[in-house]
């Protein structure tokens, strides 16, 4: 090796060493976990080789409500969270007086820790004994019952973490498709009111075409963010999400891994993998149906 | 359809955080564009004729003054209510739709009785992409297509709404220079076989001379001039125009005028019947040297650039308002002097003479200052 | 001509006022969305102000407090060890984002300036490493620093923090736009590598640089799941789970508004760094940034 070459893998000697040591020997690892039969953690040993553990977690009632709530936070928060930053960015850069200012308050919730805030949302959807909480008193005024967001039915508790999700991935998808409105050329803007177009068609035939690929990013980038949901939900309703029944898959992975329920990294691995492949066939499946459709 | 500006002004509020006040770029402009004619509106980068083309074509409102298509006062109507169709600089095709879609978008936002049927949209479609000849392209996409295609492209979505005025921003600015010769003819050619008034915005001198029928000087958001292209050159009002046009440019004397003649470091040139006495500026025209032994205007050779048909002759002299000046005489006429120093005299009517001090024009018996 | 037909009104009062009602719209969803997101910012303030026994005497819900009282501050810092937590994150943060800065520009300098076999093909492996996600790695990750007994320590928190393909990356692109001439001018002076990294690469891609440094350290604040898997004694917690150990243990009773005076307090320095910088942390967090 000359000393050119030395010099360089001497560069990259402490991230290389970094990188190995925890992202790819952890890779492969899991794997080998994922398959390894009745691990014990105290004495590092193993029965045998099999899917055993996919077909424990596979099985296991938290395991299936985790997968299930994390599909319906999925469902609903990413087109929510899509249309919604889509009509704020639209409105935003029609304006010009204050746009900075509330491009400057859309953008704090990125900047806050989740799990500081989450416990704010809590304080105002939670129903004590002491007080019905601020989000009740405003459904009072509109004649509705009180309703416990936090420990009531599950479909309050759903409501709420999708509530704060969407709350929470705003800021980013604002921003990305503000400066994507922006880097819009002018003249396409000119030419379409020189041909008197409406600004309805003016949307939907130029500008969104125009900012597409930038929507499918966003889609794609939303549901890998949404699948791996945790700490939102470790924000509002405690640590023990199974006992909430608010688990989300992620949150399935840590329990098995560590805390009351903790200690077996065997079945944490096979859900983390399960995990992934979820998110790897949807991102497929969404890069396959986007791409059809922006080429038609 | 002719087009009568009657005043114009256009101030914008002054851009940036300390800037305060108005900028204005467009100053009291008033000139008419005969009706099927193609008129070249030239002047340097800034001048204001983008924004006097953006509020002929209604993207700007005037801050004063009126526009008239024909009788009707426009001034207050929206862009697609003029009846105006627009080529932008960088075309504004968009991307995401077919030629043919590009083409067909004008007549698809008609609303109402305007609206004609797909099947006679299709047929207009056709019919104009059939004019601007680009009939095998219909199925692309923008980004397929060169640059002249592209150009083509948007000439043909501007006219299928058959406006009664089209406008170019800078059509030929973003060519190589062999398809900005090809197009100059082209647009040429549509605007013949369509007889449809159109105004064209360029800053470069050649391209406005060659195809336009009249063109407009602007400098600084005011009018210096218009008139037919050899006119203006022929007749330049002031020192702005005579620089302006021309390549290669006009060479500039600090002269002055006294008794009826004009002198040039101190040598009488040229009678200059009329002109008061007093310091001047005197424009002579690269072409309007004459190689002469015993010629007034003595001046000491540079170099000689031999152009083929043409002989430039570099040379300086000392009443030259730049380092050098440029004389171009037939190649047959070139003499290499043995002392360095090449002597000319002048044709009159390719010598102008301008004010010191406002760079107006002034009038000498030979040469007629104003009219068209 | 054929344009008889489109119909020409003068300046139409009906369109200017639909125009003026389309923008008074666009103004009042905005400022809808803006109450929404301020809301929760100006709830915790102002609970965090009113005294225990005021905020418990409530039924329905104030939204503004007459005898304002720092006394829930006070608390904070007292009943719960968040100074504690404070420091520990500031520690952590500071550390991981000095170890991400140095090993990222040297990958980075090596990448974009040195050339050396095998480039191409440790780059793109780099590269597809960006696409594999925590969730699947967190796990040995525990076990690794379970075994090395690093567990509530600074190394065990820190040293899987510190890599990050992505900013090693948006580096070497960076690194990659400062003229090859520079660097051939350098070597013909005789400048080693590192002086002229340091020297010449470093002062030209500073903008970039600091951009990295604010995300990690916006990140680094805010992280939770490594840190809880990692730390279970409270001397080690981070401002996160200090939070969750408040919420779940904390004050000794339901004291919401001590706990909203410790959500304050942990809000405001990433508020203040926002604020701060602004432009950069929008312009980094749009050129690619996501998060969790």
Request: net charge neutral; hydrophobic share 45%; aromatic share 10%.
């Amino acid at each position: 090796m000359d000393r050119n070459s030395r010099k360089a893998w001497l560069y990259l000697l402490p991230s290389l060493i970094l990188l190995g040591a925890f992202l790819i020997y952890p890779l492969i690892d899991v794997l080998i976990y994922s398959v390894e039969e009745c691990y014990n953690f105290a004495s590092q040993t193993y029965q045998g080789i099999g899917l055993y553990n996919y077909a424990y977690v596979l099985h296991d009632p938290y395991f299936l409500q985790a997968l299930q709530n994390t599909f319906v936070l999925v469902i609903i928060t990413v087109p929510t969270s899509t249309v919604l930053a889509l009509v704020i960015s639209t409105a935003l850069s029609s304006i010009r007086p204050l746009r900075q200012l509330f491009q400057t308050i859309y953008f704090l919730p990125y900047v806050t820790n989740t799990l500081a805030v989450g416990l704010v949302f809590m304080v105002l959807f939670q129903r004590t004994e002491y007080t019905d909480g601020l989000v009740n008193l405003m459904l009072e005024w509109f004649g509705a019952g009180p309703i416990d967001f936090i420990n009531g039915p599950h479909w309050a508790k759903m409501f709420v973490l999708c509530f704060y999700t969407v709350w929470v991935v705003l800021p980013f998808k604002i921003l990305v498709l503000t400066s994507a409105l922006a880097s819009v050329n002018e003249d396409y803007y000119k030419a379409a009111r020189v041909d008197g177009t409406s600004r309805a068609r003016i949307f939907f035939r130029i500008t969104l075409p125009m900012i597409a690929p930038m929507l499918v990013y966003l889609v794609i980038t939303g549901f890998i963010g949404a699948f791996k949901a945790y700490s939102d939900a470790v924000a509002l309703f405690g640590t023990d999400l199974n006992a909430a029944g608010m688990n989300t898959i992620v949150g399935y992975v840590y329990d098995m891994l560590y805390g009351d329920s903790g200690g077996y990294p065997s079945y944490a691995s096979a859900a983390a993998i399960l995990l992934f492949v979820i998110v790897l066939t949807i991102t497929c499946v969404n890069l396959l149906v986007t791409r059809r459709r922006v080429r038609a | 359809m002719n087009i009568k500006l009657q005043n114009l002004t256009k101030r914008f509020p002054a851009r940036g955080k300390k800037a305060q006040g108005e900028v204005t770029a467009v100053q009291d402009l008033s000139f008419e564009v005969p009706d099927g004619m193609l008129v070249g509106l030239l002047g340097p980068s800034g001048c204001g004729k983008s924004t006097t083309l953006n509020m002929i074509c209604g993207l700007e409102t005037p801050t004063e003054g009126k526009i008239f298509f024909g009788e009707e006062d426009v001034t207050a109507l929206p862009p697609e209510k003029r009846g105006v169709g627009m080529v932008f600089q960088n075309y504004a095709l968009y991307p995401h739709l077919t030629v043919l879609q590009n083409i067909l978008f004008p007549l698809e936002n008609l609303k109402g009785a305007e609206r004609p049927s797909r099947k006679e949209m299709r047929r207009r479609a056709l019919e104009t992409a059939h004019l601007v000849q680009i009939d095998e392209l219909l199925e692309r996409r923008p980004r397929e297509l060169s640059g002249g295609q592209q150009q083509r492209v948007a000439i043909a979505r501007a006219l299928v709404k058959t406006p009664r005025v089209l406008l170019l921003d800078e059509p030929l600015s973003n060519l190589d220079a062999r398809l900005r010769l090809q197009t100059r003819e082209e647009i040429c050619k549509i605007q013949k076989k369509t007889g449809i008034t159109m105004l064209f915005v360029t800053h470069d001198q050649e391209e406005a001379m060659s195809i336009s029928d009249w063109i407009v000087v602007l400098n600084n958001g005011v009018l210096m001039q218009q008139g037919r292209p050899q006119t203006v050159y022929d007749d330049p009002a002031n020192l702005f125009v005579a620089k302006f046009l021309g390549t290669p440019p006009i060479n500039v004397f600090e002269g002055e005028v006294r008794g009826g003649m004009l002198l040039l470091d101190g040598q009488a040139v040229l009678p200059a019947i009329g002109a008061p006495d007093g310091p001047v500026f005197a424009g002579v025209r690269p072409e309007g040297f004459i190689p002469a032994v015993d010629g007034p205007v003595a001046c000491g050779l540079n170099r000689i650039e031999v152009l083929g048909r043409d002989t430039s002759i570099v040379c300086t002299h000392p009443a030259c308002e730049a380092d050098t000046l440029r004389a171009i005489i037939q190649a047959e006429q070139a003499v290499v002097p043995a002392d360095g120093t090449v002597r000319f005299s002048l044709r009159p009517e390719k010598v102008f003479l301008f004010d010191r001090e406002n760079g107006a024009r002034i009038a000498t018996g030979d040469a007629p200052a104003t009219g068209d | 001509m054929m344009n008889s037909k489109i119909s020409r009104k003068p300046a139409p009062d009906a369109t200017r006022r639909k125009n003026g009602l389309t923008t008074a719209l666009t103004y009042l969803l905005l400022s809808f969305w803006a109450v929404v997101v301020l809301f929760p910012f100006y709830w915790m303030v102002l609970t965090s102000l009113k005294s225990y026994g005021a905020y418990n005497a409530e039924h329905t819900p104030v939204f503004f407090t007459l005898s304002p009282t720092l006394e829930n501050y006070q608390n904070a810092f007292t009943a719960v060890s968040l100074g504690g937590y404070l420091l520990n994150t500031l520690i952590f943060a500071v550390l991981t984002t000095a170890a991400m800065v140095v090993v990222s520009t040297l990958a980075a300098y090596a990448f974009a300036r040195l050339r050396f076999r095998g480039k191409n093909l440790v780059f793109g492996l780099f590269l597809s490493m960006m696409m594999i996600p925590t969730e699947l790695v967190v796990i040995t990750n525990f076990v690794t620093i379970t075994n090395m007994d690093l567990r509530n320590s600074f190394p065990g928190l820190i040293l899987p923090s510190i890599t990050s393909v992505f900013y090693i990356y948006l580096l070497k692109e960076n690194f990659e736009q400062v003229p090859d001439e520079l660097y051939r001018a350098a070597k013909v002076d005789g400048t080693s590598d590192l002086k002229y990294l340091w020297k010449v690469m470093i002062p030209i891609c500073r903008p970039t640089l600091v951009t990295i440094t604010i995300l990690k350290l916006i990140e680094c604040w805010n992280a939770y799941v490594w840190p809880r898997l990692i730390t279970d004694a409270p001397a080690y917690f981070l401002v996160s789970n200090g939070i969750q150990e408040i919420r779940e243990n904390g004050f000794g009773r339901e004291n919401i508004p001590a706990m909203m005076a410790t959500v304050v307090v942990i809000s405001i320095p990433l508020i203040l760094l926002f604020l701060a910088f602004r432009k950069k942390i929008m312009e980094g967090v749009s050129r690619g940034g996501t998060k969790g």
